[in-house]
C-alpha cells in the first residue's frame, strides 16, 4: 500500500511509516476508520483492542462490519476486514477491556504511538496515564455529532487527558425523579431505576417509590389522605396496624409471576395515587393522573393495536402500544432474567431491544401522567443513552486527522500536531477544521502528569511480598522511615504506618492484592514529608535475577529538603514516639543505611563502608548494598528503556572505570564512565550491579 510504493511518501517518512509499531484501542466508529485508513497507508504492524461485539445498531457507520458480523468480536472482526484491504500488514486483534492487568506499562512500551477511539472517560484515564508512564504519543480523538477533535498527549509536552476537569453527568434530585417528574428526562431516568429495581444490579439511590421524606411534602401524613384504593410506595404493604411494611419491589414483582396487569397498575395507578395524597407536592403543580391497566383507553387501542408498530421508532407511542411494549417486555426480561444463575442481575444497555424498549415505554407512560411532551422511542433511547447520534462522515474526518497525527509524531515534528476541533459550521476564518494556535501545555497542577514524584519499579509482582516492598524497596532502597502506601485507582491502602494495621497483608504477594502491572502506588512518609509515586512494571524475572529493579530520577530519592531541616518541629508534632527515634536514625545517615545519593560536589564519604558508589558522567552518585536491586538513575523526560529480561552485566575495566556491556537490549548509551570507589562484595556475584541510564 502507500508506503510500500516508492515515491508516494518521502523516503524518510516511507522508513519510518515501515518500521512502526501502532496500537490502536477502540474499534467503533472512528477506530474502524483509523484501522481502514493505516492498513491503506500502509503501516505495517497494527495491534487494535476492544471489548465489545458488533451491534445490528453498529452497521450504519462501522463499515468493516456486516450484518452477518452480529454477535462476533469487533477487534477480531475489524482485523479480518482491514486484512482484506491489504493482506500484508500484521494485525493482532484483542477482545477485551483496555483497563484489564494485562495491558500495563510494559504493553504500551511496544508501541510508537497510541491511538485511542473510545467512548468513555475511564478507558481513556487509563491509557492517558499508560501512555504518560510508558512515555508512548498518545492520539485521543473524540466525536459528538458534527463536532470532533483530536489532541496528540506527549508527556512533559502536552496537555494530558486528565490536565482539565470534564463536565460531569448531570444528575437529578431523587425526590425529583420519585415524586415530581417535570421533564421526560426524569421519567426516562425513572424508568432506568424501575428497569434495575426488577432487573438489574439494584441501588438503594435508585428507589422508585413515593419519596415521603421529600422536604416539599413535609407536614402532612401521607396515608391520612390515601383514598384506600391503592397501595404504598411500591413494593410496600400495609400492614392490619397501618403501618408500611416495606416488600423488595423484585420480590414482590416475583410473587406476582411478572404480571403485567399487577406491576402496571402498582406502578402507573398505586403509586402515583400515593403520591396525589402528598398534597403538598401538588399546591403549586399540576397533579398527576393515574392509569389503570384496564382503562377503557387501554383496551380499546389495544384491541386495534399491530405489533409491526414496535419497529416504529419515530413514532410517538400511543397508551395501548406502550401498554402492549410493556407486557411483551416483560414476558421477554423475565426469561432472560430467570436464565441468569442465581444472583447474577441483568444490565440496562440502550442497544438491547427489550431493555430499550421497556425504558421507553415505562418513561412514556409516566411522562403522560404528569402530562409531559412524550417523544419517539427513536429520542428516548438518544437521551437514555446520553448519546448525540454518531455521524459516519464526523468520525471518517476525525479518523483522517488521527492519522496525519500519527505521521507528524512519527517524524517528531511535534509542534506540529495541534489539537484540531472540527465544527459544523465555518469560523469567521473559513475554517471548518480548526487547529490550535500553539501545543497546550501541561497543566502544571495535574494530578496525573505535573512534575509529582514518580518512580518506576520493576518487579515479578507474583514473588515479592508486601513486607520485601517495605522494607527492601521502601524502607532500604527509597529510604523512607515509616511508609503509608496505598493502590491509586482503588484508595485501598496496602501498607500503614500504623503499627498491625495492615498486617495481615505482609506475607501476601503484590499481585494477590492486585498490584499489578501498570498499577500506582502512592507512598507517602508523613514524618519525612516524603511523596512519592510508584508505578509497577510486572517483569517475569527468572530465579537468579534481581528481585526488583528502581529507575528514578536522583532527585526523587530524597524527602523535601524543608522537612530535612525542619525535622525538629515535624517530631514535636509527631504522634508516636518510635516514629520519631527512627526518623533520628535515617537523617543521621547510619551505618545501616543502604542507599545515599551524594550531590555533586559531596565526597563519597558515607559509601567507603559500601559495597559500590558509582558516579555517572552527570555526577549523580549512588551507594548500595542490596542483594536484590538493581537502581537505574533515569532522565525522567527521556523514555523509558525496554524492560530487560537478562541481567545487565557490569564489567570492571580498570581501577577507575566500569562499563556496562549489556548483552542483549540497549539501554541507553552503552559506555559510561563511573568511578568506582569501593571494591564490590563478592559474594552476591553479579547482583551487586548498578545500572546507569
Ligand atoms: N475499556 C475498553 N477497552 C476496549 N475497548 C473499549 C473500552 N471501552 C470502550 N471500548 C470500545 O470503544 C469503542 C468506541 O466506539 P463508538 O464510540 O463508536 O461506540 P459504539 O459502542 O461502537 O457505538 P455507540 O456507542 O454509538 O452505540 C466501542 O467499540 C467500545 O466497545
Ligand atoms: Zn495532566
Not at 511509516?17 to 497494527?46: D, M, R
Not at 492487568?101 to 512500551?109: A, E, I, L, P
Not at 560536589?601 to 552518585?621: F, I, R, Y
Request: contains cysteine; hydrophobic residues 35%; negative net charge.
Amino acid at each position: 500500500m502507500a508506503a510500500s510504493i516508492n515515491g508516494v511518501f518521502p523516503t524518510t517518512l516511507q522508513e519510518k511509516i515501515k518500521s512502526s509499531k501502532l496500537l490502536v484501542v477502540g474499534a467503533g466508529g472512528i477506530g474502524c476508520e483509523i484501522l481502514k485508513n493505516l492498513v491503506l497507508s500502509g503501516f505495517p504492524y497494527i495491534e487494535i483492542i476492544d471489548l465489545d461485539t458488533i451491534d445490528l445498531s453498529n452497521l450504519n457507520r462501522q463499515f468493516l462490519f456486516h450484518r452477518e458480523h452480529v454477535g462476533k468480536s469487533k477487534a477480531q472482526v475489524a482485523r479480518e476486514s482491514a486484512l482484506q484491504f491489504n493482506p500484508d500488514v500484521k494485525i493482532k486483534a484483542y477482545h477485551d477491556s483496555i483497563i484489564g492487568t494485562d495491558y500495563g506499562v510494559n504493553f504500551f512500551q511496544n508501541f510508537d504511538v497510541v491511538l485511542n477511539a473510545l467512548d468513555n472517560r475511564a478507558a481513556r484515564n487509563h491509557v492517558n496515564r499508560m501512555c504518560l508512564n510508558a512515555h508512548v504519543p498518545l492520539i485521543e480523538s473524540g466525536t459528538a455529532g458534527y463536532n470532533g477533535q483530536v489532541e496528540m498527549i506527549k508527556k512533559g509536552l502536552t496537555q494530558c487527558y486528565e490536565c482539565t476537569p470534564k463536565a460531569t453527568q448531570k444528575s437529578f434530585p431523587g425526590c425529583t425523579i420519585r415524586n415530581t417528574p417535570s421533564e421526560l428526562i426524569h421519567c426516562i431516568v425513572w424508568a432506568k431505576h424501575l428497569f434495575n429495581q426488577l432487573f438489574g444490579e439494584t441501588d438503594d439511590d435508585e428507589d422508585i417509590s413515593p419519596d415521603v421524606a421529600d422536604p416539599e411534602a413535609q407536614g402532612e401524613s401521607p396515608n391520612s389522605h390515601n383514598d384506600g384504593g391503592g397501595a404504598q410506595a411500591s413494593g410496600d404493604d400495609v400492614s392490619q396496624a397501618g403501618n408500611v411494611v416495606r416488600v423488595n419491589t423484585r420480590q414482590w414483582a416475583k410473587d406476582n409471576n411478572y404480571d403485567p396487569e399487577t406491576l402496571f397498575n402498582k406502578f402507573f395507578n398505586d403509586d402515583i395515587k400515593y403520591l396525589l395524597s402528598m398534597s403538598n407536592l401538588w399546591k403549586t403543580r399540576k397533579p398527576p393522573r393515574p392509569i389503570q391497566w384496564n382503562n377503557a383507553l387501554l383496551r380499546q387501542d389495544k384491541a386495534n393495536c399491530e405489533h409491526q408498530f414496535m419497529r416504529q421508532y419515530h413514532k410517538i407511542w400511543s397508551l395501548a402500544e406502550c401498554a402492549a411494549v410493556f407486557e411483551d417486555c416483560l414476558k421477554k426480561l423475565r426469561t432472560n432474567v430467570e436464565n441468569l444463575v442465581e444472583g447474577d442481575f441483568l444490565v440496562w444497555d440502550k442497544d438491547d431491544q427489550p431493555a430499550m424498549d421497556f425504558v421507553a415505554a415505562c418513561a412514556s407512560v409516566r411522562a403522560y401522567i404528569f402530562e409531559i411532551a412524550r417523544k419517539s422511542r427513536f429520542e428516548v433511547k438518544s437521551m437514555a443513552g446520553n448519546i448525540i447520534p454518531a455521524i459516519a462522515t464526523t468520525n471518517a474526518i476525525t479518523a483522517g486527522i488521527v492519522v496525519l497525527q500519527t505521521i507528524k509524531i512519527l517524524l517528531k515534528d511535534f509542534n506540529k500536531c495541534k489539537s484540531v476541533y472540527m465544527r459544523l459550521r465555518q469560523n469567521p476564518r473559513q475554517q471548518l477544521l480548526v487547529p490550535e494556535k500553539v501545543l497546550s501545555t501541561p497543566n502544571p497542577n495535574c494530578y496525573v502528569c505535573a512534575a509529582e514524584p514518580a518512580i518506576h519499579l520493576r518487579v515479578d509482582t507474583k514473588r515479592m511480598r508486601i513486607k520485601e516492598l517495605r522494607d527492601e524497596v521502601l524502607k532500604k532502597t527509597i529510604n523512607m522511615i515509616n511508609p503509608d502506601v496505598l493502590i491509586d485507582s482503588k484508595g485501598v491502602v496496602v501498607i500503614s504506618s500504623e503499627e498491625a494495621e495492615t498486617e495481615c497483608n505482609e506475607e501476601k504477594f503484590l499481585n494477590e492484592l492486585d498490584i499489578v502491572d501498570g498499577v500506582i502506588l502512592k507512598c507517602d512518609d508523613f514524618f519525612q514529608n516524603y511523596e512519592l509515586n510508584i508505578i509497577i512494571i510486572h517483569t517475569d524475572a527468572e530465579r537468579e535475577c534481581p528481585l526488583f529493579e528502581v529507575v528514578a530520577n536522583k532527585d526523587q530519592l530524597k524527602p523535601k529538603e524543608e522537612t530535612v531541616s525542619n525535622k525538629k518541629e515535624n517530631m514535636a508534632d509527631g504522634p508516636s514516639t518510635s516514629k520519631k527515634t527512627r526518623l533520628n536514625q535515617t537523617i543521621e545517615f547510619s551505618d545501616d543505611d543502604d542507599l545515599c545519593i551524594v550531590e555533586e560536589e559531596d565526597e563519597c564519604v558515607k559509601g567507603q563502608t559500601k559495597d559500590v558508589c558509582v558516579q555517572t558522567s552527570e555526577t549523580e552518585m549512588v551507594t548500595k548494598n542490596t542483594n536484590m536491586l538493581r537502581i537505574t538513575l533515569s532522565n525522567q523526560d527521556e523514555p523509558m528503556p525496554t524492560v530487560k529480561r537478562k541481567t545487565t552485566v557490569v564489567d570492571i575495566i580498570d581501577d577507575d572505570v566500569t562499563e556496562i556491556l549489556d548483552s542483549d537490549e540497549e539501554l541507553g548509551p552503552t559506555k559510561i564512565k563511573r568511578i568506582r570507589v569501593a571494591e564490590p562484595q563478592s559474594n552476591h556475584g553479579s547482583e551487586n550491579i548498578i545500572n546507569i541510564d
